[in-house]
């Protein structure tokens, strides 16, 4: 069965800074890969899908990620992060099934003044 | 264009209560999810439908039963509440199975 990690339980990072965060993957074709955010006491909202073409994504509010086929990564990047960015981000893969997804744990980001 | 709505939003139950969480769309998408999130879990799959009348097991469907109502609608229900289904869950929808999956906002459920 695929799996997905997402190694950095929380991560802070001040506001203006960069921000990377990592997903890795096992799976032995080419997944369907996407990152979703979840603000505080909300539902999920996609941020960035890959399904094919280009291995960089662009998705909303200035994210992207980069998908690396040879170290079965997906890490979402932010230039400069915002204040608004704190919430949790979670890296899906498509299932084998082909329809539900196969969540990480998540990564909880804080942003500092 | 409400997307996905759940109800209701927060619910105590007893052990061995009974309970019916209900999740409508209006995206008319075919395939519909229940997902249950906890604290260092992430989200896992508990059952979905990839089409109006077919139903599957996801990953944690012990003590849990579903009912595709109809293309809209997809409940899930509790019918032998434990504690050990303390959670969050989510509804979510997509239009095929490789599509986005647009969630609902969730219902946050107790057991004592």
């Known amino acids: ?113 | 264009n409400a997307g996905v709505t759940q109800t209701p939003k927060f619910q105590v139950l007893k052990t061995g209560q009974s309970m019916t969480l209900q999740c409508a769309q209006d995206m008319n998408h075919n395939s519909m999810y229940w997902y249950r999130q906890d604290p260092g879990m992430g989200l896992r799959l508990i059952y979905y439908s990839a089409s109006e009348g077919t139903t599957d097991k996801g990953e944690v469907p012990n003590g849990y039963n579903v009912s595709r109502l109809n293309k809209r609608e997809f409940s899930l229900r509790l019918e032998s509440a434990a504690p050990s289904q303390t959670s969050v869950y989510f509804c979510a929808s997509s239009g095929a199975g490789t599509d986005t999956q647009y969630f609902g906002p969730g219902t946050r459920l107790t057991v004592l």
């Open chain 1, 1 to 113: 069965a695929q799996s997905v990690t997402q190694p950095d339980i929380h991560i802070t990072v001040s506001e203006g800074a960069s921000l990377e965060l990592r997903c890795n993957y096992s799976y032995g074709a080419t997944p369907y890969l996407f990152w979703y955010v979840q603000s505080p006491g909300q539902g999920l909202q996609l941020l960035l899908k890959y399904f094919s073409g280009d291995t960089l994504v662009q998705g909303i509010k200035g994210f992207e990620a980069e998908f690396k086929r040879s170290q079965s990564s997906f890490n979402l990047r932010k230039p400069s992060v915002h204040w608004s960015d704190a919430a949790e981000y979670f890296c899906a893969v498509e299932e084998d099934s082909g329809y539900a997804l196969n969540f990480g744990k998540g990564t909880s980001l804080l942003v500092t003044p």
